[in-house]
């Protein structure tokens, strides 16, 4: 009787960890029903241990299962008590509890696959156990819950529409007897949820999950609440909701902490479902955090063999495959492989989403052998398992096409996407992420037969989809989750722009197309930053703007904490990711809320025939696209281009350009180009480098409102030598701007005449002079003096701060002026130069500045020194440091600033992230609120800044139109000091 004995020892084990009901009550009804089978005649020995766990079972049982749940031994012939144990030996070496509770979110679906695939004897008694002929008369709630417990045999065992039957015929039962409240009826209508989400008909399973969560909401002691919650958000999850999905999960994990459960199995698989919806999101070091959370906990609480340990483990391959650690996800799938071979044979579910993974990480592994055989099992389970309508099935053969496709298996790949598409389109709806990823690879394979028209207008279904997708999740996200989010799905547009660039001369309309969807994600992430800050600032609902207030104050202590070592963390009690979370989530409530301010036209598409509308003449519209170079499905890594897109006003679609030396410009030529810049040679060089394939698509155009990417950030084209010794400059009014397509909104801030001026710091401040570290700039005291004289002769109200004045904290208090003026000493790390040792720069810890661009650049103001030596006590960084980084710029107060000038070396210069810019100073004045920022490229003169800021100042009080002014004065500078080097380092971009 040892046996028993540990059936007995397991199932109280389980029971402890759970107060839900869900599958859970079946093995608190199996309790009861050893107890009765350990008395009866059929049992000639139990152990003492036995006894004992048995009488231990009266404290387990609570009053309202005592009084729910019938015992369905009383009703069945004392012949059958055998096989009722054996029944329930089999059953609970199979399964931990959440293992039916909880939809356990599994590799790219989450249908919740579990059973031992022998298990027929179980599937034999259940179905005696519904069967009334063969038991004795029971009442409706006990014939219920057998029915009930009928469909959860054969739903473990695969068997789906047969559970199905049993599950509905259980709920009319508790219908026609008035229990459609009881804590029965509501575990049926989960297990149905759950049953029809397995089985792909997910309307039917959000209907009956919705019901379920519901009453269990309403019900005094919310039995099985967290596990609706749970379900629902796995459910949302693949249907591609991935914002509600995440909202539930989060409820689920709340309510499980509430209930002090945050060590216990469910809440394992709860963090393991929503680290799946990180992965889908693209936000993989939170997912891995979450994964190895929850293995952490399972690890204590349940075996290794475990299905839904095994689950979790496999999810962790994913996420490494997705990471490229490939070794360490192939080990994993093997042994779960072996496991799940061993444990349900090759026919079950679980088994082929195993040999799909294991295929997809071969194909990347490019062990191509292997892959074709394991893919092809794992469709034929799935069909054999399922139907040829279900979900999976759609999955598995999409994988395979894929296969088929990167091989140039053509016509072998196009039959398997199109019957794939055919399912997802019936199972999914019309803007599920898998559907949209299925037809993108569909107009890649036309591409690769030729067939460019099919190619085109399926590549455009597909990428509409993903705009739609943006348009539809990013409202709830925060700045970090978009950019995880973005970063999955900009690679798709690379794609399409390189498909573009192929075929542009064979079907002339990608050229339109391609202009569109580039400036539809050009600068993206900051376009939605901006956007959700203008419309909560506009709401006129006071209590967004105060949360709005609250996080850029928990932003700006955020940066102060960024400057305090670990030790003086620890010392202050401070826990720094807390606190980086709780910005975080402030953000996220904060876009969920400003949402509902959203203005219905808001997210209407802008095309290139609007923009070149308000063109004039002679002006050109230019946008410079850096792309990966692509071999239709795989990208080369080695292979750069650059694509110009040059639109004018005649109403014909935009000129193409490309330029397929992008390695060499961002090497070897941009290296030259800064040599020879500080060194004053010839800049003849760089019309073949940079200008000469854009030139010809120019012709007869003087101003060109240009939007450029990847090197053109590190690249003044105004001081590009054209063949005649002329430079650029001379030939063509270059105006730069985010995107082209912001020519169509202009901002108009009101010219309030208050100008905030900061210059001429005294890094130094009270240290002796032996410590001094930065040189001081009285040129910079001579430029804020000049200004000042200018601007109050136009009767501007000037602020004006030199020398100890010339605070970070001043700067910080800034309030919309209409000009901000900072001349002062600026920085640049660059990556190179950044290291994960514990040193320190400019008040950063380099661990820091590695994994926040923006905390890499900055200004330097008053007392700086005394931080680049580190000297700063606790109490100094908690007032001033002297330094104003990028991350701390964002939350100044710009939003009706017109212009901010910064007059300082290298401020132009950042992190460049293609499509989004330099993550840098600049963008972080944009994001603050300016309209426009002037920046400069390399290390600037003193005299030559001064000549250039006093003549611009001088034209823009004239006239008023900062362009014009800007230009005029580096004509007038170009006069003076006739190299590039002083009248080519600053750059103005914005409106």
């Not at 005649?41 to 009084?67: A, Q, Y």
């Not at 695969?158 to 015929?169: A, C, I, P, T, V």
């Not at 290296?671 to 004053?680: D, V």
């Not at 001043?810 to 002062?824: D, E, F, G, M, S």
């Amino acid at each position: 009787m040892k046996h028993f004995s540990k059936i007995l020892s397991f199932i109280l084990l389980v029971s402890l960890s759970f107060n839900y009901t869900g599958f859970s009550s079946n093995f608190f009804q199996s309790l009861k029903d050893l107890k009765k089978l350990a008395k009866s005649k059929t049992v000639n020995k139990i152990t003492g241990k036995s006894k004992d766990l048995i009488n231990k079972t009266e404290n387990i049982l609570t009053p309202g299962f005592k009084n729910t749940y019938g015992i369905s031994s009383k009703y069945i012939n004392e012949k059958y008590n055998k096989l009722w144990k054996e029944t329930l030996i089999k059953f609970s070496q199979s399964y931990s509890v959440t293992d039916f509770n909880y939809a356990v979110s599994y590799g790219d679906n989450s249908t919740p696959y579990e059973s031992k695939n022998n298990i027929k004897q179980a599937k034999s008694f259940a179905y005696y156990l519904a069967d009334p002929a063969n038991t004795d008369e029971m009442p409706p709630k006990v014939k219920g819950q057998n029915y009930n417990y009928t469909g959860e045999i054969l739903y473990a065992s695969s068997s789906y529409k047969s559970s199905e039957k049993f599950f509905l015929k259980a709920l009319d039962i508790y219908k026609k007897n008035r229990l459609t409240d009881s804590t029965f009826a509501t575990l049926t209508l989960s297990n149905l949820g759950l049953l029809y989400h397995t089985t792909g008909r997910y309307a039917l399973a959000k209907e009956y999950t919705l019901k379920a969560l519901q009453k269990r909401k309403n019900s005094k002691d919310k039995t099985g609440y967290a596990a609706s919650l749970n379900n629902l958000s796995v459910l949302y999850k693949d249907m591609g909701l991935y914002t509600d999905a995440e909202d539930y999960i989060i409820q689920a994990e709340n309510y499980i902490k509430k209930k002090h459960e945050d060590n216990s199995i469910k809440f394992a698989v709860v963090e393991n479902n929503r680290a799946m919806i990180y992965v889908m999101t693209g936000k993989y070091k939170d997912a891995e955090i979450l994964m190895k959370k929850a293995l952490s906990i399972a690890d204590k609480e349940v075996r290794e063999k475990s299905p839904s340990y095994i689950r979790m483990k496999v999810n962790l391959a994913l996420l490494y495959q997705l990471t490229k650690r490939y070794p360490e996800a192939e080990k994993i799938y093997l042994d779960a492989i072996r496991v799940k071979k061993k444990r349900m044979g090759t026919k079950h579910p679980d088994y082929a989403v195993l040999l799909a993974n294991t295929a997809s990480l071969y194909q990347q592994m490019k062990k191509y052998d292997k892959v074709e055989s394991l893919l092809k099992q794992a469709a034929q389970i799935f069909k054999d398992q399922f139907d040829e309508d279900h979900p999976s099935y759609a999955k598995s053969i999409y994988e395979l096409a894929l296969f088929y496709q990167s091989q140039n298996r053509i016509s072998e790949a196009e039959p398997l996407y199109k019957k794939a598409l055919a399912i997802q389109q019936k199972k999914l709806g019309e803007h599920h992420p898998a559907l949209t990823e299925t037809e993108e690879h569909i107009a890649v394979l036309y591409w690769q037969k030729g067939e460019l028209t099919l190619a085109a207008e399926t590549y455009h279904k597909a990428l509409n989809e993903y705009i739609y997708q943006i348009n539809t999740f990013f409202p709830a996200m925060n700045e970090y989750e978009k950019t995880k989010f973005w970063e999955t799905i900009h690679p798709k547009f690379i794609r399409y722009y390189n498909f573009a660039a192929d075929v542009y001369k064979d079907i002339p309309e990608v050229r339109g197309m391609l202009y569109n969807f580039h400036i539809a994600t050009k600068g993206l992430l900051l376009n939605s930053s901006r956007k959700v800050k203008n419309q909560i600032l506009h709401s006129g609902n006071r209590t967004l703007i105060h949360e709005f207030n609250t996080w850029q104050d928990t932003k700006n202590y955020l940066a102060k904490l960024y400057t305090f070592t670990d030790d003086e963390l620890k010392e202050k009690k401070i826990n720094i990711d807390s606190v980086e979370s709780v910005v975080l989530n402030l953000e996220k409530d904060l876009n969920k809320k400003s949402a509902a301010f959203k203005s219905s036209s808001s997210n209407k598409s802008v095309t290139y025939k609007q923009i070149a509308s308000i063109l004039k003449p002679n002006e050109a519209a230019l946008e410079i696209i850096r792309v990966n170079r692509y071999n239709y499905l795989m990208p080369d890594e080695n292979n750069i281009a650059y694509i110009a897109l040059v639109l004018k006003s005649n109403g014909k679609l935009p000129e193409i350009a490309v330029n397929e030396n992008g390695v060499k410009m961002e090497s070897s030529d941009v290296e030259e180009y800064h040599k020879n810049i500080h060194s004053g040679k010839a800049m003849s060089n760089f019309n073949d480098y940079y200008w000469k394939y854009i030139a010809p698509s120019t012709f007869g155009v003087h101003r060109i409102y240009a939007s450029v990417d990847g090197i053109y950030n590190q690249v003044n084209i105004n001081t590009v030598q054209l063949p005649s010794g002329k430079f650029l400059f001379d030939d063509k009014d270059i105006r730069f701007v985010t995107n082209t397509k912001d020519l169509l909104h202009k901002k108009h801030n009101v010219n309030t005449k208050k100008a905030f001026l900061v210059g001429f710091p005294d890094y130094q401040l009270d240290l002796p002079d032996n410590l001094a570290q930065l040189p001081p700039l009285p040129g910079t005291q001579k430029e804020v003096e000049m200004i000042k004289s200018l601007l109050k002769k136009h009767y501007w109200q000037v602020n004006e701060y030199t020398e100890k004045s010339a605070k970070e904290e001043v700067v910080k208090q800034v309030n919309n002026p209409y000009i901000l003026h900072l001349a002062t000493h600026g920085y640049f790390i660059e990556d190179k130069a950044i290291t994960t040792e514990d040193t320190r720069s400019f008040g950063i810890e380099q661990v820091r500045a590695y994994k926040n661009p923006l905390l890499r650049s900055g200004l330097l103001f008053a007392g700086a020194d005394k931080t680049i030596l580190d000297l700063n006590t606790t109490d100094n960084k908690d007032k001033d440091d002297g330094i104003l980084n990028a991350f701390e710029a964002m939350v100044l107060n710009l939003d009706k600033t017109e212009l901010v000038i910064l007059s300082a070396c290298q401020t132009g210069l950042g992190e460049i992230k293609n499509g989004e810019g330099v993550y840098g100073l600049q963008r972080s004045f944009q994001m603050a609120g300016a309209a426009s920022v002037i920046t400069s490229l390399w290390e600037v003169s003193d005299e030559g800044t001064q000549d250039l800021m006093s003549a611009f100042y001088k034209y823009w009080l004239q006239s008023g139109n900062k362009h014009d002014a800007f230009r005029k004065a580096r004509a007038e500078i170009k006069e003076k000091y006739k190299y590039p080097f002083y009248w080519g380092a600053f750059v103005l971009t914005g409106n």
